[in-house]
C-alpha cells in the first residue's frame, strides 16, 4: 500500500460503482437514476491505495453536454484544498458521450451515470486513457479551462478521457507546475469509478518547457522530495501522482549542465567573445565533458559513453561523441529516406509553445506583454520579429549568424546535399545507397545549429533567462542555479558574491537552489549519478521528439535524457528530426495524430 499523507479530520469509505446498460444521448429522457456526489470529506480506496482529503469529487449531476463534438464536460474542478493561486489551481474534464448514460436536468446540466457496455476506438469506459496536455512554454503557468476546449475532441474522438490542468508558472518559482500537475493527477486518481477511465493509464505530452515539465512527471512519479509542496497546497494524499506515459517534444531538460552543454556542443559557432568570455566558455565545456564522464551513460550493447580530450575542439572525440556523431547521421539519412525528391524546403510557422492542440497560441496572435518563447527570448511577434523557430531555412534566431542557407526546390537529393556543403564539405553522400556521413559534430553545428543565445544560456549572468525566473522564489525575483557557473565565477568580482549567494538561499520548504534543481532534472531520478536514482515511480512508455537545429539547446540534451531512460529500462521512441527546429517536430503526418497512435500502441 502506498504511503497515506496525513489525515484531516473525519473521512467517509465511498464505495461507487457506477454502471449502465445502454448509452443515450443528451436529454433523450434517460432512466439513470440521479447520484449524489458526496461533498464530505471522504476516503476513496483503490487496490493498494487510499485517497486521503477533503476535496469533494466530481459531481455526477453537473455534466455539460457539447452535442456537435458528443462530449459531456466539466471545468473549474478544485484539485487541491489549499490552493496558492485559484486562479491557476483548477481542471477541465472532458469525456467521450458514448461512455455516458445521461440524463437532462432541464437546466442545461446533465446527470451522468458510467456506462461500460459502449466501446470507442476499441475502449470502454473502464480501459480509456487519460491524457493531460502541459502547455507551459518557458516553463510559463497555464491557464484552467473555463470553457469546453474545442481541442478536446481530437482526444476524445480517439477513445480517450481529456483533462486540462491549470498550473502555476515560473513566477511561482520551480517546483510550482509539476506540484500541481501532480496535484491533479491525484485528484483524477481519487475520482477513479466516478468517472470514467483507466486511471492507471495517464499520459502527459507538453513541447519545451511544456516537454520538460511531461518529463518531470514522467521521471518523479511518488517522489517523495515533492510531498512538502504537495502538502501546501492540500493536494490529495494516498494515492500515486505517477504517470503511465510521457511525450515530449523539444524538452528543455538538464538544467544543471545545460549552460555547459550549449557551450560544448555551440560554443565553437561564436566568434566575438572577449578573452575572458571565451575563457569561461572553454571551462564551461570542460566541465560537461567531466559530467558526461561520471554520468555512466552507456549505448545498446552495454559499451560506456564518454568523452576524452583532442586536437580539434574541446573533448571532441571519445564514444560518447561517436554515438552523438551517429545520431546526427541518422537524422540525415531518415530524412533522405523519408523524402520524394523534388523537394521544396518549407519554413514551418507552427504554433508557439505547446501547440494549437494543447491549447498554445498559433502563430497570428500576439502574446501578453512580458510573455517569453520556451528558450526565454523575447516570444514571437512581441515586436523583435523573432521567428517562431528555425528550421534551416536561412532566418537567424538572436545572435545567431552565418551557416546554410536551405531554401527554394532541390531536384535531387545531390542537389540538397550540395547545398549543404555549399560553404564547404561536412557531408558525404553515396548515391548508390542513398546514405550520408558528416566529417564532425562541430562543422554540423557550424552549418546547421548555430548559437542563439550568450554564455550562461539558462543561467544567464543578468538573470534574464525563463529558467533565472524559474529558480527564483514566487514573489517577482530571479535567482541564478548553475553550480559549476558559480564555481567558474567565484573570484569574479561582477558576478561572483551573487551567484554564491544564491547557491546559499533557502525556499519555504528549507530547499537549496540545488535541491530544487535536482527536482526539475529527469535525470536525478533516472540516473545512479545523482541521489534520486530510483527513487521514484517512472513511467514505462516515453515518445520524445525534437529538432536537430534548434539553437535553443545543446543537441545533448534529448539524446542524454533518451540515453537514461533507456538504460534505466524504460521503452523509448525517440528521433531527432532533420531540418525542424524548435517546434512539435516530426518526420511524418501531425503531432497530434503521431501522439494519439503512439498511445494505442502502448496500450493495445
Given at each position: 500500500m502506498m504511503k497515506v499523507g496525513k489525515q484531516i479530520g473525519l473521512f467517509l469509505v465511498a464505495a461507487l460503482i457506477l454502471s449502465g446498460c445502454s448509452n443515450s444521448a443528451a436529454g433523450s429522457g434517460s432512466s439513470a437514476a440521479q447520484t449524489e456526489t458526496e461533498t464530505s470529506q471522504a476516503e476513496t480506496e483503490r487496490v493498494g491505495e487510499t485517497a486521503v482529503t477533503s476535496l469533494p469529487q466530481i459531481d455526477s449531476t453537473k455534466w455539460q453536454y457539447n452535442s456537435e463534438d458528443k462530449v459531456y464536460w466539466q471545468t473549474g474542478i478544485s484539485y487541491c484544498e489549499n490552493p496558492a493561486d485559484e486562479n491557476y489551481e483548477t481542471l477541465g474534464i472532458f469525456i467521450p458521450a458514448a461512455y455516458m448514460n445521461a440524463k437532462d436536468n432541464g437546466d442545461g446540466t446533465f446527470t451522468?451515470?458510467?456506462?461500460?457496455?459502449?466501446?470507442?476506438?476499441?475502449?470502454?469506459?473502464?480501459?480509456?486513457?487519460?491524457?493531460?496536455?502541459?502547455?507551459?512554454?518557458?516553463?510559463?503557468?497555464?491557464?484552467?479551462?473555463?470553457?469546453?476546449?474545442?481541442?478536446?475532441?481530437?482526444?476524445?474522438?480517439?477513445?480517450?478521457?481529456?483533462?486540462?490542468?491549470?498550473?502555476?508558472?515560473?513566477?511561482?518559482?520551480?517546483?510550482?507546475?509539476?506540484?500541481?500537475?501532480?496535484?491533479?493527477?491525484?485528484?483524477?486518481?481519487?475520482?477513479?469509478?466516478?468517472?470514467?477511465?483507466?486511471?492507471?493509464?495517464v499520459f502527459s505530452f507538453g513541447m519545451s518547457g511544456g516537454g520538460a515539465q511531461s518529463a518531470l512527471l514522467g521521471a518523479t512519479g511518488d517522489s517523495e522530495d515533492y510531498e512538502p509542496y504537495l502538502t501546501a497546497i492540500g493536494a490529495v494524499s494516498g494515492v500515486s501522482d505517477a504517470v503511465t506515459g510521457s511525450m515530449c517534444w523539444c524538452p528543455i531538460t538538464e538544467l544543471d549542465y545545460a549552460d555547459e552543454a550549449y557551450e560544448w556542443n555551440l560554443g565553437s559557432t561564436r566568434t566575438d567573445l572577449t578573452e575572458q568570455e571565451q575563457?569561461?566558455?572553454?571551462?564551461?565545456?570542460?566541465?560537461?565533458?567531466?559530467?558526461?564522464?561520471?554520468?555512466?551513460?552507456?549505448?545498446?550493447?552495454?559499451?560506456?559513453?564518454?568523452?576524452?580530450?583532442?586536437?580539434?575542439?574541446?573533448?571532441?572525440?571519445?564514444?560518447?561523441?561517436?554515438?552523438?556523431?551517429?545520431?546526427?547521421?541518422?537524422?540525415?539519412?531518415?530524412?533522405?529516406?523519408?523524402?520524394?525528391?523534388?523537394?521544396?524546403?518549407?519554413?514551418?510557422?507552427?504554433?508557439?509553445?505547446?501547440?494549437?492542440?494543447?491549447?498554445?497560441?498559433?502563430?497570428?496572435?500576439?502574446?501578453?506583454?512580458?510573455?517569453?518563447?520556451?528558450?526565454?527570448?523575447?516570444?514571437?511577434?512581441?515586436?523583435?520579429?523573432?521567428?517562431?523557430?528555425?528550421?534551416?531555412?536561412?532566418?537567424?534566431?538572436?545572435?545567431?549568424?552565418?551557416?546554410?542557407?536551405?531554401?527554394?526546390?532541390?531536384?535531387?537529393?545531390?542537389?540538397?546535399?550540395d547545398a549543404l556543403n555549399a560553404d564547404g564539405t561536412w557531408v558525404n553522400y553515396d548515391s548508390a545507397t542513398n546514405t550520408a556521413a558528416i566529417t564532425s559534430i562541430a562543422d554540423f553545428t557550424s552549418a546547421c545549429k548555430r548559437a542563439s543565445k550568450e554564455i550562461g544560456a539558462f543561467d544567464a549572468l543578468d538573470e534574464s533567462q525563463a529558467e533565472n525566473a524559474l529558480f527564483g522564489y514566487g514573489d517577482g525575483t530571479t535567482s541564478h542555479f548553475d553550480a559549476t557557473l558559480a564555481e567558474l565565477l567565484k573570484d569574479d568580482a561582477t558576478y561572483g558574491a551573487t551567484f554564491a549567494e544564491a547557491m546559499e538561499k533557502t525556499d519555504s520548504e528549507g530547499k537549496t537552489v540545488t535541491e530544487r534543481g535536482n527536482m526539475y532534472n529527469p535525470l536525478y531520478y533516472l540516473s545512479g549519478y545523482y541521489d534520486g536514482y530510483q527513487k521514484s515511480t517512472?513511467?514505462?512508455?516515453?515518445?520524445?521528439?525534437?529538432?536537430?537545429?534548434?539553437?535553443?539547446?545543446?543537441?545533448?540534451?534529448?539524446?542524454?535524457?533518451?540515453?537514461?531512460?533507456?538504460?534505466?529500462?524504460?521503452?523509448?521512441?525517440?528521433?531527432?528530426?532533420?531540418?525542424?527546429?524548435?517546434?512539435?517536430?516530426?518526420?511524418?503526418?501531425?503531432?497530434?495524430?503521431?501522439?494519439i497512435e503512439w498511445v494505442n500502441k502502448c496500450l493495445k
Open positions: 451522468c451515470k458510467i456506462n461500460n457496455q459502449v466501446a470507442v476506438k476499441g475502449y470502454t469506459a473502464a480501459s480509456a486513457p487519460i491524457v493531460i496536455p502541459v502547455n507551459t512554454p518557458g516553463y510559463s503557468a497555464m491557464e484552467a479551462p473555463t470553457d469546453y476546449v474545442t481541442d478536446s475532441v481530437s482526444y476524445t474522438s480517439a477513445g480517450f478521457i481529456y483533462v486540462a490542468a491549470g498550473c502555476r508558472g515560473r513566477d511561482a518559482g520551480a517546483p510550482a507546475g509539476v506540484t500541481d500537475l501532480k496535484a491533479a493527477i491525484r485528484y483524477i486518481r481519487y475520482n477513479d469509478g466516478v468517472i470514467p477511465g483507466d486511471v492507471d493509464r575563457t569561461l566558455s572553454n571551462g564551461m565545456a570542460e566541465a560537461f565533458a567531466q559530467y558526461i564522464n561520471d554520468l555512466g551513460l552507456k549505448d545498446s550493447s552495454g559499451n560506456a559513453l564518454t568523452l576524452t580530450e583532442s586536437e580539434e575542439g574541446i573533448y571532441q572525440s571519445g564514444t560518447y561523441y561517436e554515438y552523438l556523431k551517429g545520431v546526427v547521421e541518422t537524422s540525415l539519412n531518415n530524412f533522405l529516406e523519408d523524402t520524394t525528391f523534388p523537394y521544396t524546403v518549407e519554413t514551418k510557422k507552427g504554433p508557439r509553445g505547446g501547440g494549437r492542440d494543447q491549447g498554445g497560441q498559433k502563430p497570428d496572435e500576439t502574446p501578453g506583454r512580458g510573455d517569453k518563447a520556451p528558450n526565454g527570448d523575447a516570444a514571437p511577434d512581441a515586436g523583435n520579429g523573432a521567428p517562431d523557430f528555425y528550421a534551416m531555412d536561412g532566418v537567424d534566431r538572436n545572435l545567431s549568424t552565418g551557416g546554410v542557407t536551405l531554401s527554394g526546390t532541390y531536384e535531387t537529393a545531390q542537389d540538397y546535399i517512472v513511467a514505462d512508455h516515453w515518445r520524445i521528439r525534437t529538432g536537430i537545429a534548434q539553437s535553443d539547446t545543446s543537441l545533448t540534451t534529448e539524446v542524454n535524457l533518451a540515453l537514461a531512460l533507456k538504460n534505466y529500462g524504460a521503452d523509448v521512441d525517440f528521433a531527432t528530426i532533420w531540418g525542424e527546429g524548435h517546434t512539435m517536430a516530426e518526420s511524418t503526418g501531425d503531432s497530434t495524430t503521431n501522439f
